[in-house]
């Protein structure tokens, strides 16, 4: 099972998230490993009252596996039904990477 398929696994057994999408940006940062930089957006009524650090607290928790080994970043867009809606469900844009041994 490749990096990404865990991450969809433990994210939606842990929130059962209405939306999720993992995608993976590695191709967008230097560097070797194929599977190092995702972009996560999960929507979940389990964020109901909960600030946005605790949301990444809790991903990251979920996440420590992987985070201690060859995910290097993860870039979070943790959201409550009603502010996916809000959002029309647009997820903003990851920025270009600005280190690393990526060709600029």
Same mark, same amino acid.
């Not at 972009?39 to 650090?53: D, H, R, Y």
């Given at each position: !099972?490749? #990096?990404?398929?865990?991450? =969809? ?11 999720? &999408? ?28 909960? !600030?946005? #650090?605790?949301?990444?607290? =809790? ?11 060859? &995910? ?33």
């Amino acid at each position: !099972m490749s #990096i990404q398929e865990v991450i =969809e696994e433990k994210l939606n057994n842990e929130f059962q998230p209405v939306y999720l &999408v993992v995608e993976n940006e590695s191709h967008m940062h230097g560097g070797p490993a194929t599977e190092s930089h995702f972009k996560l957006t999960v929507v979940s009524e389990i964020f109901n009252g909960m !600030m946005l #650090i605790k949301r990444h607290r =809790e991903i990251y928790r979920v996440l420590a596996e992987e985070l201690s080994g060859d &995910v290097h970043a993860l870039a979070l867009h943790t959201y409550t039904p009603a502010q996916w809606q809000e959002r029309e469900e647009d997820v903003p844009e990851s920025p270009n990477c600005r280190g690393g041994s990526k060709p600029g």
